[in-house]
């Protein structure tokens, strides 16, 4: 049988009287991409941080980690060079080039300058930045400063990857460039640990999506499962909640959740949804299938963009 590539039991972390992570347990199979979704605040950074050394677990007798075989309260070195870490905030030179960047992270990790150059040549063309090889930092775009810290966190060839909000703020395109990336080197049989609050994220390129919020664990398992097994198929959503009045009759025992804004009413009969949405004026809903976003409404009663 294939050993986890990481496996955690009971892991606590605590800042003063919060508690950022309470009682998290998963297993990341090697060569798949294992997702934490939440809102702000869910303690996504702090669990990564755990794993990759940078944050100290709580002293507990239940608490076991494995990295690729290696403990992270002892073996962070082992970790490191067994990993590439794409923090939440980019912290590249600003005043150096693109090349320049990823030529003094190679130096720093101790490649030999050939075989440097070589992986660095290779990594520009795999994240699509070779036409801006020269550009100092500050010039770039968002999407492309967010490219070079990937293939920052690629030189050393890492068997896993951890990337922390990989596509935060960054447009559509950048987006499904960025996936495109994740997907091919999973292919490649790299390990792949992220943390999203987008659930599309999480959706197109988790193979095992763990949601949490404030710290505990919610749910987990593959994304279209989650939705198969703890959701209704459909979501009928009212962009007008006045109108919600006139289907009172109609819905009457559908499971709805109701906000300001809109009013959602959530069935696998896609027949009385529509039924419902012939009622009204188009431009007054959406019909469509339920996502993740949904799921975590459910599960915690609260959106995964909300404020916190
Ligand atoms: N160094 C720290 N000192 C004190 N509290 C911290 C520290 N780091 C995180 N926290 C707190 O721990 C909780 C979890 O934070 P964490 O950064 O892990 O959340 P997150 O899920 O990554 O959120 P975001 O989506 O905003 O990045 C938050 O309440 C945060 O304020
Ligand atoms: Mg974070």
Redesign the pocket.
């Known amino acids: 049988m294939n050993v986890p590539a990481i496996e955690v039991e009971h892991l606590y972390k605590s ?2 009287a ?1 508690t ?1 992570v309470h009682d998290l347990c998963f297993t990341v199979a090697g060569s798949t991409c294992f997702s934490f979704l ?10 990564m941080k755990v794993l990759y050394g940078k944050a100290e677990a709580d002293r507990s007798s239940e608490t076991r980690m494995q990295v690729f075989g290696f403990d992270p309260r002892r073996d962070q070195l082992r970790i490191k060079t067994l990993s590439g870490v794409v923090p ?1 905030e980019n912290s590249l030179d600003v005043e150096l080039n693109v090349q320049q960047n990823l030529r003094i992270f190679a130096d720093f990790y101790g490649i030999p300058r050939r075989q440097s150059a070589e992986r660095i040549e290779w990594l520009l063309e795999f994240m699509e930045l070779r036409d801006r090889r020269s550009a100092r930092v500050r010039e770039l775009s968002g999407g492309m400063k967010r490219r070079l810290v990937i293939a920052r966190a690629l030189l050393n060839d890492p068997a896993l990857l951890i990337l922390d ?1 990989p596509t935060t703020g960054l447009d559509p395109q950048v987006r499904q460039l960025i996936w495109d990336k994740l997907r091919s080197l999973k292919r490649e049989g790299v390990t792949i640990l992220l ?1 999203t ?1 987008y659930m599309d994220e999480a959706f197109q390129i988790a193979d095992t999506v763990l949601i949490m919020d404030k ?1 505990h664990k919610v749910l987990e398992g593959a994304p279209q499962q989650l939705l198969e097994q703890h959701i209704e198929k459909n979501v009928l959503e009212l962009t007008r909640p006045s109108q919600a009045a006139r289907l009172r009759q109609l819905l009457d025992g559908v499971r709805s959740d109701t906000s300001d804004e809109r009013v959602l009413y959530y069935s696998s009969n896609i027949e009385l949804l529509q039924a419902a949405a012939g009622q009204l004026e188009p431009g007054d809903y959406y019909l469509r299938q339920t996502n993740l976003e949904d799921l975590f409404l459910k599960s915690t009663g609260r959106r995964l963009n909300e404020l916190q």
């Open positions: 800042y003063g919060l950022a939440g809102p702000n605040g869910a303690g996504k950074t702090t669990m939440q909000e943390t609050h710290g």
